[in-house]
């Protein structure tokens, strides 16, 4: 499958330089919108920029309550997670916390895994939404 790098910038134009994470969906109307790219991507050509991007650091995501898959530009090239208001959407990071790779790396040794990967988000609500 060719790999189309031309919709990267503009994927991240979409999602600009917000605290707002987006939907798949959302980008695609978004990019069917902009004249930025001609011809717009397919909604699977999103899907396809937006995993992509998300596995090479570029892009954050996390699930909505619903369990669809948000995104936004990465913040931090530091290992972090994501703490999400269920009521508002209100996201704050959480650098990596020690604990979480202790037991990343207490399942490895007694697994036989290798290469574990993990994220942790969590939900609540935020202090203006409690």
Request: proline share 5%; with cysteine.
């Amino acid at each position: 499958m060719a790999r189309t790098p031309g919709y990267d910038g503009a994927v991240l134009g979409v999602l600009g330089r917000g605290a707002r994470f987006r939907s798949c969906r959302e980008i695609h109307r978004d990019l069917n919108r902009s004249s930025s790219t001609a011809p717009p991507p397919s909604l699977s050509t999103v899907y396809r920029t937006v995993h992509r991007m998300s596995r090479e650091g570029v892009l954050d995501t996390i699930r909505s309550p619903d369990g669809e898959r948000l995104y936004r530009r990465c913040r931090t090239p530091v290992r972090h997670h994501h703490l999400f208001c269920r009521v508002c959407g209100t996201v704050e990071e959480i650098t990596e916390v020690a604990e979480v790779g202790e037991v990343v790396e207490r399942i490895r040794r007694t697994s036989g895994f290798a290469a574990i990967d993990h994220t942790l988000e969590l939900t609540g609500l935020c202090p203006r939404c409690h």
